[in-house]
């Protein structure tokens, strides 16, 4: 009997859709509107649900897990609020929006305990003429190599926690801390040409009000030993022009007078 109740739950899962049905999320933001609702909808019995912007995750829901949402501060975004996360929709708020929070939005939903499945749908929204109070964000070079500390201050609200991200994850030792110290590795840089991002967000009452962001490049003595070969070429290329502009014009002038005598 066991057996049969097994095979007859996993076949329930089995046979059951998996789809996202509709994402909702307003194409144009205009300027004078404060805040906009997005909603993720489905038919499936997920283990996950994210919500990204971009490559950046700014909500998690896991049903059954003890806290279920738990919401990461993204760029342009100064508000991530729950309005309801259930067994067909989950439903967000946005707010405290500016120009950068334009972008692409995902909702993933994914089944991480088998059968495995894995769904996800995308929309694109745009922001016009939104600013708002962002905290302050500064020391941070524009370079750094192996080794050398990475060093930056945050000024929020009086009644702000700051909290620091590098590449969107929260350094969680660092928490309530107005300054950043860390040591620089090759490793926590991405991208071509390798960049970290370092993040300070206010966070009041345990909800984002604010975040600020800066990059910063990998120190690569190779890249710039070939940048400066690169420059002299270009050097010596600028002169030979130079060179040869003088010696057309000598030849003409020449050529000019043998006419004329």
């Known amino acids: 009997m066991l057996v049969l109740a097994l095979l007859f739950i996993a ?6 859709p998996f789809n996202i049905t509709h994402l909702i999320v307003p194409e144009v933001v205009p300027p004078g509107q404060a805040e906009v609702e997005i909603e993720c909808r489905y038919d499936a019995n997920f283990t996950i649900l994210n919500w990204f912007k971009g490559p950046n995750e700014f909500f998690r829901y896991k ?3 003890a806290p279920s949402t738990r919401s990461f501060p993204i760029l342009g975004v ?10 067909t929709a989950c439903r ?9 929070a334009t972008g692409l939005y995902r909702c993933d939903i994914e089944r991480d305990v088998p059968p495995y499945k894995f769904e996800t749908r995308t929309a694109y929204m745009e ?12 020391g941070l070079a524009d370079e750094y190599g192996d080794e050398e500390d990475i060093q930056a201050y945050c000024r929020g609200a009086p009644d702000a926690e700051i909290r620091w991200y590098i590449n969107g994850r929260e ?7 107005s300054s950043l110290k860390r040591r620089s590795s ?4 991405q991208g071509v040409p390798p960049m970290v991002t370092v993040q300070c967000a206010e966070f009041r009452y345990g909800k984002l009000s604010g ?7 990998w120190k690569d003595p190779a890249f710039n030993q070939k940048d400066e070969r690169a420059q002299e070429q270009r050097n010596h290329s600028q002169i030979l022009t130079v060179h040869l502009g003088l010696l057309w014009l000598l030849c003409l002038y020449y050529f000019n007078l043998c006419t004329f005598l």
């Open 11 to 16: 076949t329930g899962v089995n046979s059951r």
């Open 171 to 177: 350094i969680e030792e660092m928490r309530g801390s």
């Open 78 to 87: 100064g508000r991530v609020e729950l309005v309801t996360c259930g067994p």
């Open 127 to 138: 922001v016009h003429g939104h600013e708002h109070r962002r905290p302050l964000l500064e």
């Open 63 to 65: 049903p059954g897990a």
């Open 92 to 100: 967000l708020k946005l707010g405290a929006l500016t120009e950068e």
């Open 186 to 189: 090759r490793l926590i840089y």
């Open 211 to 217: 975040s600020k962001e800066m990059k910063a490049r």
